[in-house]
């Protein structure tokens, strides 16, 4: 069995009311993703280093290292998601994509991948985060006219 088989993957889908480029700058502008997600220095430019911070844990350091892997304008947005260290350490993958729907707003699909068989507290946590941040936070800056 090849290591690709042996990983996890959280899988999203949200119909959202808005058009594909107001709900991409809420994923790419740092302002706004501090708003429903965490602080960060993202700029939107392939290979771009950066990093997601929020308060730390007893459990974890508040720190995501990240790297733009793809990007393709109000469509795709891919990047490297790490974090952690020893046996709770976290080297995943964070890919969006937008989909006009035909009523104007945007299907936002989120796959978050790459999460091995010992990252079991870690997937669980990331897809009840990513439930509540995408899911209703997201949703109220955007309905807030982000």
Known sequence: MNAKAETQSISLEYDLPFPPDKVWRALTEPK???????AT???PLVGH???????PTQWWDGIVHCEILELELHKRLRYSWRSGS?????DTVVDWTLTPTPSGGTRLALE?????????????GARMGWQR???ERLREVLARGA
Not at 49 to 55: G, M, P, S, Y
Not at 86 to 90: I, L, Q, T
Not at 112 to 124: E, M, T, Y
């Open 133 to 135: 941040m995408v899911g």
């Open 32 to 38: 706004l993703l501090e708003t429903w997600l965490m």
């Open 86 to 90: 020893g046996s709770s350490r976290v």
């Open 112 to 124: 978050h991948s790459g999460f091995l068989p010992a990252n079991k507290p870690a997937i669980d």
């Open 49 to 55: 280093r950066f990093t997601f911070k929020t308060a």
């Open 41 to 43: 220095d993202m700029r």
